[in-house]
């Protein structure tokens, strides 16, 4: 962070501003990099002015909106807050407690929030982009989460309006970064703001999501925009007050007790048929799926807890298609699963399960084209069903489970031996 010295380094002695840390120059960092991840508003400004490339992609494609963050300063700055705050509070009696120490941590958090922001902007106004995925498939929103780098989610949310269903290679989104990374604030933060399936709520219910954000618009050049006008911007659903207007209305069309009534009264006049039984399974759905959005929105609003519980479970299986139910060693799929699922044992149960979730897994785009790798397996398995665990291939008599899998979930994958890793595929259709 020392600004003036990178201007005498750079016009005195003739240093290369965009030398990297390797001789490779697609590996490394540089400085204008090294000073963006560490929160420098000021170094970033002059490295520029000196001749520094913003633009510069490095091996792993990661550009100076990733380093931007990526930076740690704020959760670390949030870190000595809390603790400060806690201490304060066992010594509120202790004379030699100072006013202005205590207040030292809060301080710097502000500066460092202020920087952030400030070089988000300066970013941006020189042509940065902050959606572009690097080699991994993250987003500069997912290392942001993962660094729980607050300040940098909140001005992509409340500018661009980004939200988080981009999924990098393993799956994840940024708040499944957030959470990895143990940031756990962070990632109720991004689930509460950016979130999907609140949207797909609103939606849902004939509102739209542009009328919930404030009238009120801070500009991008503002650099001084304070963190209550952010907040100004973050988007949310309409008032409770819409969405019970809404929700209301639509049950007086929706309701089981409406088209129950609807229904017989079509039973009477044109007999009872197989359609009619297929349209009010259809109905009773939408019901479902109505109910379901008002609830998630009313808890947005009057229990975030229980809102944050409930889109955590749904995006931990977004991405998990809804496969045939699949029988492992080559039976026939279009057989009677429900008959024959009853007869199996428990342990029989447990493999044609494993079986149906491992499928849906392999569904991911980027597993049918690379391969799942079989050490990411129990993890990813954990993560998409949590609580459950992948069987004791041991109880099966089988050494590995590489073993356990080849013998009895043939008609789901094939697993490969390359590069000394063992990769699973998921089954060609015929």
């Known amino acids: 962070g020392h600004a003036k010295l990178c201007r005498l380094l750079i016009e005195t002695y003739k240093a290369d501003p965009n030398i990297p ?27 520029h002015e000196l001749g520094a490339n913003l633009h510069r992609i490095n091996s792993w494609g990661c550009g100076i909106a990733h380093w ?3 930076c740690p300063t704020f959760a670390d700055a949030a870190a000595a807050v809390s603790i400060s ?11 030699n407690n100072s006013t202005d ?44 989460a993962y660094g729980g780098n607050v300040p940098i989610l909140q001005y ?47 939606k849902l219910l004939g509102l739209t999501v542009e009328d919930s954000f404030s009238s009120s618009s801070v500009q991008i050049n503002n650099y001084e925009s304070s963190r209550e006008q952010l907040e100004e911007q973050l988007p949310s659903p309409p008032s409770l007050a819409q969405v019970r207007r809404a929700y209301i209305e639509l049950a007086r069309q929706h309701h089981p007790d409406k088209t129950v009534l609807e229904t017989s009264k079509n039973e009477h ?57 699949l029988l492992t060693n080559g039976e026939n799929q279009q057989n009677n699963w429900e008959s024959k699922t009853l007869q199996c044992s428990k342990q029989e149960d447990e493999i044609v399960l494993f079986g149906i979730r491992l499928n849906r897994l392999l569904q991911s785009s980027n597993y049918r084209q690379n391969g799942l790798p079989m050490d990411r397996l ?15 291939h041991k109880a099966y008599k089988c050494k590995k489970l590489v073993h356990f ?21 998921p089954k060609k259709e015929d």
């Open 269 to 325: 006049i044109e007999g009872s048929s197989s359609s009619s039984s297929n349209s009010s399974s259809e109905k009773l759905l939408r019901w479902f799926e109505l109910h379901s959005a008002y609830a998630l929105l009313r808890d947005w609003w009057t229990d975030p807890d229980r809102y944050d519980i409930t889109v955590r479970q749904r995006t931990r299986n977004r991405n998990l298609v809804e496969c045939p139910l």
């Open 85 to 95: 705050s806690s201490s304060s509070s066992d010594n509120d009696n202790k004379i």
């Open 21 to 47: 840390s390797y001789r490779d120059e697609r590996k490394g960092v540089t400085p204008l990099e090294l000073s963006a991840w560490r929160g420098h508003y000021d170094t970033v400004r002059i490295l």
């Open 101 to 144: 120490e205590a207040n030292l941590p809060l301080l710097y958090k502000e500066k460092v929030t202020s920087n952030l922001k400030k070089i988000a902007c300066f970013l941006t106004q020189n042509g940065i982009k902050w959606t572009i995925p690097n080699g991994h498939g993250q987003t500069p929103m997912h290392k942001a």
């Open 68 to 70: 931007t963050a990526l």
């Open 405 to 425: 899998i080849k013998k009895h979930c043939e008609s789901v994958c094939s697993v490969e031996y390359t590069c000394s890793a063992y990769l699973l595929w």
């Open 378 to 392: 129990a993890r990813l398995y954990g993560k998409s069903y949590p609580g459950e665990t992948i069987p004791n």
């Open 156 to 202: 992509l949310i409340s500018h661009f309006h980004l939200v988080d269903e981009n999924v990098d290679e393993d799956g994840n989104t940024a708040a499944d970064c957030a959470e990895r990374s143990g940031k756990p604030n962070a990632a109720k933060w991004v689930r509460k703001y950016a979130s999907k399936e609140w949207r797909d709520s609103v």
